[in-house]
């Protein structure tokens, strides 16, 4: 496995597959379904609601595809690689469909999405096709290939479309949890697929996320991660585009809730729980989302924030709407406000026209900011976007690989030198789950979304535990629990 592809598996929103396991009982055994999920946090949230869907159609999920006669695969774009690992996938179901010819496989998600009816021509194993604002559909849908004919739906939509689903949380530690609040993009960074996949931006209404929180608070959940392409930019004035709220009523204007206000509200609402929020984008973060983070201990110290580029010539091409300067003052404030803030970053080497002296700009930033962590990637050419249609994929792939690794190194120094300053200090810890790497051991984050891993001694899973650190490595704090916490 080379570094790239560690990276990427250590990211918190791009996981490299997984599967989703149903547990309930009212089902029908013709109706066995596999779920494979790629991709962000997002597209794990949006498995959770399909499996939701699917379950209220009698549904029982498998955790091989091998048992089921139901396969479907939600998919990312985001990079050739990820759909690459895609089209692998399905490879392998059709070798599971040879066997058993009455197998059906749905594609769903970006991929379906990006590609649409393409999909069923290139792949003659595919059977129905799902963009992810139509899940709703998947029963209708599932009707049409039952009756042996080939289904797709890949219209977005203007609404957010799943507020009114309970997600079925899969693979879950029953202590922490996704919930969406934006759906789709509308910053059109020049080498993102994002905004052809996912459709215009839209907000939830506050309303349900609150609802979803309650039940989630209910059912013992600790910690909950708002989740959107561009948190930032939530603005819920009634529903439908954010474009629309220029011409919304007065009363509209008066009473909408941005993502600020969101924040606070949710804060407040369930003093207990710990929040977070992914992604932030340079330019939306406003200094009240900075003072509500700070005003409330419940809400972590953490923020995901993507610059992509060090280099103003680059981030102009990217259409990032940011300057590097702009980045480092929103740093600068960030630090200010909350001086022990985690923050992490996503870097892409290698965009097109990208020299040795833009890439020596991407290096001095890192050294300026000192990222607890990062996600970085060389950059891959997405048809359709600004990039591809415009700019020449000019910088050779191996010079796009030397400097990702030259990145990426800096990057394990950097988390290393944050990492070590925790050595002596007692940090507040919730559990999540048993260390992968010893059964013994109990592994949980920090408010600043490190991860810790301490002897589980009588602490249970689920609870807040002050453990004082006495070793680490770039990625892992390593302590010994002291007591059950006050703070959270
Ligand atoms: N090539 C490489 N990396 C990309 N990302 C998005 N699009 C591309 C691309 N075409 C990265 C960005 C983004 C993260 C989710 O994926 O860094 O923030
Ligand atoms: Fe998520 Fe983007 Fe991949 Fe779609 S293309 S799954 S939005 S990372």
Known sequence: MNKSDESLLKNPYLHNGSNTVLKKSHFNSNKL?????????????????????????GYKTVNSPDNANLILINTCSIRDKAEQTIRKRLEKF????????KIKVGVLGCMAERLKDKLLEEEKIVDMVVGPDSYKDIPNLLKEINKGRDAINVILSK????????????????????????????????????????????????????????KLYKNGYKEITLLGQNVD????????????????PPLNKKTAINFSNLLEIVAISFPKIRIRFST???????????????????????????????????????NRMHSRDEYLDLIDKIREIIPDCG????????????????????????DYVKFDYGFMFSYSERPGTLAERKM???????????????????????????????????????????????????????????????????????QFIDVEITNCTSATLIGNGINISNSI
């Open 233 to 248: 930019s939530y603005l819920w004035f009634g529903g439908g585009l954010k474009k629309d709220f220029k011409t919304a």
């Open 94 to 101: 059709n070798s599971i469909k040879k066997i058993n010819s």
């Open 33 to 57: 379904v596999y779920i494979e999920s790629y991709g962000c946090q997002m597209n794990f949230s949006d498995s959770e609601i399909i499996a939701s869907i699917l379950s209220s159609q």
């Open 159 to 214: 609404d957010e479309t799943y507020g009114d689903i309970s997600p079925i949380r899969i693979d879950s530690n029953g202590v922490t949890a996704l919930v969406s609040i934006t759906r789709g993009c509308d910053n059109m960074c020049s080498f993102c697929v994002v905004p052809f996949t996912r459709g215009r931006e839209r907000s939830r209404d506050p309303k349900s996320i609150l609802n979803e929180i309650q």
């Open 392 to 462: 020449k994929d000019d910088v050779p792939e191996n010079i796009k690989k030397e400097r990702l690794q030259e990145i990426i190194n800096k990057q394990l120094e950097h988390s290393f030198f944050r990492t070590k300053k925790y050595i002596g200090k007692t940090v507040c810890v919730l559990i999540e789950k048993s260390s992968k790497k010893s059964n013994n051991f109990w592994s949980g984050r920090t408010s600043q979304n490190t991860v810790v891993v301490f002897p589980k001694k009588n602490f249970k899973k689920g």
């Open 343 to 366: 923050i992490s970053q996503d870097i892409i080497s290698g965009f097109p026209t990208e020299n040795q002296t833009d890439h020596n700009q991407t290096l001095s930033l890192m």
């Open 280 to 318: 932030s984008n340079p330019q939306d973060m406003t200094l009240d989302v900075i003072n509500t983070m700070a005003k409330h201990p419940n809400v972590c110290n953490s923020i995901h924030l993507p610059f992509q580029s060090g280099s103003d010539k680059i981030l102009k091409k990217m």
